[in-house]
C-alpha cells in the first residue's frame, strides 16, 4: 500500500528501514563530551546526531534581569548549516525559536531553579546531523547534560515521537516518514511521573489513534529513558 505521494513506506508489516511499527531506531548516548562545559551529552539516535551543553549555574546578567528567589532557565535550539541536505542558512530562525522556547519550558519543570537565585542555567543544543524528531534528540540530550553537570533535577525528561505511516501507527519516525506520513506527535515526559512536559501534534489524528499514538510515544520515552540511566552509570566518554 502507497500513501498519497505514491511512496511505499510499509511493506509486509516492516518500515523502510526494517523496523517493527513499535519499534525504536538505534540510540547511543556519551556524555561529559565538552570539557568546557559544567556538563554535556552526544546523542546518535537514528541518523540524527546532537550535542548538548550546559553552562552555569552562573550569575545572570545584565542584573536587572535576575530573580531573587530562583534560577533562569535557557534551552537555545540549534539546527547546524551543514546538518540538512539543503544547506540551512546560519542563525536562529523561526522553528528554532519554537524548539527552544518548548524545551526551555519542559526543562522547567524539572530543574530545582530555587536552588540557584539570581543565577542562569544554559543549556545549548547542537544538532550536527539532522533525520527527523531533532526536538526529542535535542531534548533527550540536554536533560542527559543537566544531570551529567549535577544540576539539582525532580527527574529527567525523556522524549519521544509517533506518528501515523500508512493509517498505522507507529514509533520514531524516519525522516521518509516525517516527510510523506500523515501525522507526527512528539512526546516529552518526566519519566518517574509519566508526566507529559511537551506535547505537539502535526498532521490529523481520530480521537482513537491519538491515544494509541500518545501511549506508544511514552512507553518510547520511557525506553529512551533506560539509554539515559545507563549513559549517567556509564560516565563520561572521551573529551572533545
Not at 156 to 177: P, S, T
Request: aromatic share 4%; glycine share 8%.
Amino acid at each position: 500500500m502507497k500513501n498519497t505521494n505514491g511512496i511505499e513506506l510499509m511493506k509486509d508489516g516492516k518500515r523502510l528501514d526494517g523496523r517493527k511499527p513499535d519499534e525504536l531506531r538505534k540510540i547511543t548516548m556519551k556524555t561529559g563530551v565538552l570539557k568546557r562545559a559544567s556538563g554535556s551529552a552526544y546523542v546518535e539516535w537514528g541518523k540524527n546526531k546532537v550535542v548538548a551543553g550546559v553552562y552555569g549555574p552562573r550569575q545572570l546578567h545584565p542584573k536587572f534581569m535576575q530573580n531573587p528567589t530562583r534560577a533562569m532557565v535557557r534551552c537555545i535550539y540549534n539546527l547546524a548549516p551543514f546538518s540538512v541536505d539543503d544547506r540551512k542558512k546560519p542563525g536562529p530562525d523561526r522553528r528554532s525559536m519554537e524548539i527552544s522556547k518548548v524545551s526551555t519550558e519542559a526543562l522547567e519543570n524539572v530543574i530545582l531553579a530555587e536552588k540557584f537565585p539570581n543565577a542562569t542555567i544554559d543549556i545549548f543544543v547542537e544538532v550536527l546531523q539532522a533525520d527527523a524528531g531533532t526536538r526529542c534528540v535535542g531534548l533527550t540530550a540536554a536533560s542527559l547534560a543537566l544531570a551529567d553537570a549535577g544540576i539539582p533535577m525532580k527527574d529527567m525528561v525523556a522524549a519521544c515521537a509517533a506518528g501515523k505511516v500508512q493509517g498505522q501507527i507507529v514509533l520514531d519516525l524516519m525522516k521518509e516518514e516525517d516527510n510523506f506520513g500523515e501525522s507526527d506527535l512528539p512526546v516529552a515526559v518526566i519519566p518517574r511521573r509519566k508526566e507529559v512536559v511537551l506535547l505537539q501534534m502535526d498532521g490529523k489524528l481520530s480521537r482513537e489513534e491519538f491515544s494509541k499514538a500518545l501511549n506508544l510515544a511514552v512507553e518510547g520515552a520511557m525506553q529512551v529513558y533506560e539509554i539515559q540511566k545507563k549513559a549517567i552509570l556509564e560516565g563520561a566518554g572521551g573529551r572533545i
